[in-house]
């Protein structure tokens, strides 16, 4: 399985954090895609050579300069969130690699990475990559009240977990409203970004949202427990996926991890920032999230303690009937 990530500034706690979630509860090994600027990349290096070995052993990665193959870097480089713009050149900088996942350096995996790589074979002919939407509620949403561009569907797409084929994406042509014919992923960007600048808030998130506009029928839509923003829940609980089955992967925008304003998903955040892999899951992990969930029943997250552990106990015991009870286990 492949994984990327852009991180930029101050995101390496934030980033590593992602990547410790990501290996704490997925069963197949992955391959870490990092792009990073250059002041981060011996700092993730020597940061990842620390974990464990029995850790080491179910991952690989790669780091990579920030690099931008169309326009002015500078200027793609400060779309919306910096670096954040890198994500829209995956395809054309990684063209060994077939499929990956991307996310967002504030994103925590609360279950096996396996559950949401698997949907690509759900991709029928045309789909080849994959999003939650923006919001679930037309009403309050961001897109189908303040856009001044063409969006997808009826609330627009998240782009902060995104799946992709990046072999159909490299040989797909793109309707837009450019030209009358098609347009490949590279020769795109560059002029939708010209086109559109003036007119998007939310930088590359907003370019791809134009993109799959024109050309709805190569997306697939994943259910919003597979990107669970504070959105979900800060105004009531309105993820009926979530409310089901679980949160599947939390994605702390706003910078929910770092402040008090959302503390339920701080408390997800602290804990397994503070997990040392070698600890037992269910005492050093499980259990303190459970017992500081307490803390927050005063906001409207935090009084739906079971949409954030439901998925995390499952995959607790998935992970310790796979690691543990078959090895075990009398012939």
């Known amino acids: 399985?492949?994984?990327?990530?852009?991180?930029?500034?101050?995101?390496?706690?934030?980033?590593?954090?992602?990547?410790?979630?990501?290996?704490?509860?997925?069963?197949?090994?992955?391959?870490?895609?990092?792009?990073?600027?250059?002041?981060?990349?011996?700092?993730?290096?020597e940061r990842l050579n620390q974990w464990p070995q029995s850790i080491s052993a179910r991952f690989q990665y790669s780091i990579y300069p920030i690099s931008?193959?169309?326009?002015?870097?500078?200027?793609?480089?400060?779309?919306?969130?910096?670096?954040?713009?890198?994500?829209?050149?995956?395809?054309?900088?990684?063209?060994?690699v077939d499929s990956l996942l991307y996310v967002d350096t504030d994103v925590l995996f609360l279950r096996p990475m396996d559950d949401i790589w698997i949907l690509l074979k759900s991709f029928n002919r045309t789909q080849l990559a994959a999003m939650a939407p923006e919001h679930e509620v037309p009403k309050i949403g961001w897109y189908s009240r303040f856009a001044r561009h063409p969006f997808y569907g009826v609330t627009g797409v998240n782009s902060g977990v995104m799946l992709m084929n990046l072999t159909r994406i490299r040989r797909t042509l793109f309707k837009s409203s450019l030209i009358p014919g098609g347009l490949s992923w590279e020769d795109l960007?560059?002029?939708?970004?010209?086109?559109?600048?003036?007119?998007?808030?939310?930088?590359?998130?907003?370019?791809?949202?134009?993109?799959?506009?024109?050309?709805?029928?190569?997306?697939?839509?994943?259910?919003?427990?597979w990107n669970y923003r504070p959105d979900h829940c800060m105004y009531g609980s309105n993820c009926k996926g979530a409310e089901e089955e679980g949160v599947s992967i939390l994605h702390g925008n706003r910078?929910?991890?770092?402040?008090?304003?959302?503390?339920?998903?701080?408390?997800?955040?602290?804990?397994?920032h503070d997990f040392a892999f070698e600890d037992n899951m269910f005492q050093s992990l499980f259990y303190p999230i459970q017992s500081k969930f307490l803390?927050?029943?005063?906001?409207?997250?935090?009084?739906?303690?079971?949409?954030?552990l439901k998925q995390i106990e499952k995959t607790m015991r998935k992970v310790f009937e796979e690691k543990?009870?078959?090895?075990?286990r009398p012939r």
């Open 1 to 45: 399985m492949h994984l990327a990530v852009v991180a930029c500034g101050n995101r390496l706690d934030e980033t590593l954090t992602m990547l410790k979630s990501a290996l704490l509860f997925s069963l197949k090994k992955i391959k870490f895609h990092i792009f990073a600027e250059d002041p981060l990349a011996p700092q993730f290096e």
């Open 68 to 96: 931008f193959s169309v326009g002015d870097a500078e200027e793609w480089k400060k779309l919306f969130k910096p670096c954040a713009a890198q994500r829209l050149f995956l395809p054309v900088i990684l063209k060994d």
């Open 189 to 225: 960007l560059h002029p939708l970004y010209q086109k559109y600048k003036n007119h998007i808030t939310w930088g590359d998130q907003d370019l791809l949202n134009i993109i799959f506009h024109y050309n709805p029928e190569s997306l697939l839509i994943f259910p919003c427990q």
């Open 255 to 272: 910078g929910v991890y770092h402040d008090d304003k959302q503390p339920a998903f701080k408390v997800v955040y602290d804990a397994i």
């Open 295 to 308: 803390d927050t029943v005063n906001t409207l997250c935090g009084r739906i303690p079971q949409v954030f």
């Open 324 to 328: 543990v009870v078959h090895h075990v």
